[in-house]
């Protein structure tokens, strides 16, 4: 019933891309990739990329099972702090932040959203095998993006390219200034339910976007202090501030609904959100900053609400 | 002189008794066994689904004509017990599917039952009505009042004898008090309270009262970020009120103590066994997570389901567990797979006989496996409708590992995943079990000659 163990096929080299014509990885990255046993790399990639898409598709499940999410959260975490141990994972977001992205690139999270240039999987690590196996059973979800997007900017999962960049796009995420987890769209025309909980894509515009690229190799170093769990204070993580973005305690207090505070993670308090803030692109940078914004939130929501 | 026979464990048979539930391969969903569970004299067996319904078997009395066929269960009472909702303030839907069953120890004529969903526990009061008032001088005998002018002569209204007629009623419903989806409600010993657990939290509840409950265990971080581990199931002590254990998704077992404090945060013993560093892989926490604990009749002893292996612990040994069995250990060099299937997720259960000598754990393809801890031995058994002929004999099943594959025996790969027996119950005092497979409720009975 399940797939007989699945074979991972690869060319000779091991580290050259699928496709033809892309720019060979850095000669860094090449090296890294040739001390680890090639298939073990490459197995435990593809365990990091089916990982990473079922936590996507944890959070677009109407009713999250924390237990499953918190799992392969752990396994995803893992996975990265292995490789950050065999220097794997430096490599590789040094290559993802030296990336561009083209703007019709098929994208799978906000981060790529802001990646406007050439693609990124030019930069990756090399990652031959294909993860098509995955996408059977995966639907596209398309969703319109108004406001400073110029372009469409759309979600898809059953292209060959996107599975790369979704992990590429996850692997991003942490060094692209983790979105606040409480942002939500500018307008109200996104309809999928599913996309709201983790692709909170951020409509700062252009302008923004281009500000964090320069900031990504910075933030790469402060994400590798941040997967030290005992870290006793923040800055947070954000590839679990990602992960757990539709899990956070206002989502689940039965404390904070009471007092009113909760909102569906639609559309609504976090209108105001976007109208009030001022901080633009910077509330992007940690979530303490967002959660300010969200006590801000309260208050005005309050005052509203008359309580 | 006396001689004494020793009947080995194996040469309990088991036969096959009954089958509940649809015949068709279409699988309604609403008709996915969720939950099994005997009642404390065994005369009751009662099932949950994913539908939300309660359907409760009972056993017939025996028959003297045919002794050697302990009674069948046939249906006693069915009844909607959760039905779907909706949270309006987090756009979320609340499953009815009913996650857990528990008994009360019966008390009187009347029996109860505890069933919970996601989040709200319901008390059940389930009552026999066989007699019914008749001769009312103010009422006609449908219900209807007697214009009291026409009334001549009193009589007294005595009770007559009807069909049986089993209600089952709501008797409370203790809601609100979990944020997180409830794997667990568990008895107490005193017969007055019970705990609930979720993902992240324990509470305590008394059974009298519906709208306060008392927070026992929260492991919940305050940064929901550094969330790292959850609560997977918790039970009461069978015999010590004031104990408790809960397991968690990193594989360990912690045993409070509620006189220590209010809040058990800490435990009072932890259960853990060291990793096996030959068999360490990216799977290894996520089969070390345990799906199901359960405590022996005895309460000397607690057994653990892992995604691999049934554990046994001693209560007195917190280093390691006594016991080990190999559920399909022929599953290991197929985590990858199984974890792309998501089946290395599936939360089987545990359970334990009569007299804590066997335990029962289900598998896939709709085996199930018993072990003896006495004799060391373990069958593997198979619910199926072609070994449904009424006594037949179920012949034990085994699955080739090797690259030879016996006659009669399966290969690892043909095995059906999708078939999976995730709910066993075992009746308290007899050779009776109950095995859930997808939609159909098998019923075993040992061979008896």
Known sequence: MFPKGTKRKFSDSGEEPVSSGDQSPPAASSAVARTLSSSYSLQRQSLLDMSLIKLQLCHMLVEPNLCRSVLIANTVRQIQEEMTQDGTWQIMTQALAAAQCPADRLVATEVLCRQTDAAAQAGQSPKPFSVVGLEEGYHSEEVVMEGDVETEVTMSTLSPVSPQLSSASYLAGPFGMGPCWEEEEEDGECEEDEEEDSEECVSEG?????????????????????????????????????????????????????????????????????????HGPTTLSSSSSCRSDLNELDHIMEIIVGS | MAVVVVLKANDVQWCFSQVKGAIDDDVAEADIISTVEFNHSGELLATGDKGGRVVIFQQEPECKSQPQCRGEYNVYSTFQSHEPEFDYLKSLEIEEKINKIRWLPQQNAAQFLLSTNDKTIKLWKISERDKRPEGYNLKEEDGRYRDFNTVTTLRVPVFRPMDLMVEASPRRVFANAHTYH????????????????????????????????????????????ELTEVITAAEFHPNQCNTFVYSSSKGTIRLCDMRASALCDKHSKLFEEPEDPNNRSFFSEIISSISDVKFSHSGRYMMTRDYLSVKIWDLNMESRPVETYQVHEYLRSKLCSL???????????????????????????????????????????????????????????????????????????????????????????????AVATTNNLYIFQEKLN
Not at chain 2, 183 to 195: A, G, M, P, R, W
Not at chain 2, 207 to 225: G, H
């Open chain 1, 206 to 278: 252009e302008e923004g976007d281009r500000d964090h690229l320069s900031e990504d190799s910075r933030t790469g170093e402060q994400v590798f202090g941040t997967f030290e769990i005992k870290h006793p204070a923040p800055p947070p993580d954000p590839a679990l501030e990602e992960l757990f973005s539709d899990v956070d305690p206002s989502y689940y207090d039965l404390d904070t609904v009471l007092t009113g505070m909760q909102a569906a993670p639609k559309m609504g308090p976090y209108d105001l959100l976007e109208s009030l803030s001022s």
């Open chain 2, 182 to 225: 409830i794997n667990s409600i568990s008895v107490n010993s005193d017969c007055e309270t019970y705990l609930s657990a979720d993902d992240l939290r324990i509470n305590l509840w008394n059974l009298e009262i519906t709208d306060r409950s008392f927070n026992i265990v929260d492991i919940k971080p305050a940064n929901m970020e």
């Open chain 2, 339 to 433: 974890y792309e299937n998501d089946c290395i997720f599936d939360k089987f259960e545990c359970c334990w006989n009569g007299n804590d000598s066997v335990v029962m754990t289900g598998s896939y393809n709709n085996f199930f496996r018993m072990f003896d801890r006495g004799y060391r031995q373990d069958v593997t058994l198979e619910a199926s409708r072609e070994n449904s002929k009424p006594r037949s004999v179920l012949k034990p099943r085994k699955v080739s590992t090797g690259g030879k594959r016996k006659k009669d025996e399966i290969s690892v790969d043909s095995l059906d995943f999708n078939k999976k027996i995730l709910h066993t119950a075992w009746h308290p005092m007899d050779n009776i079990i």
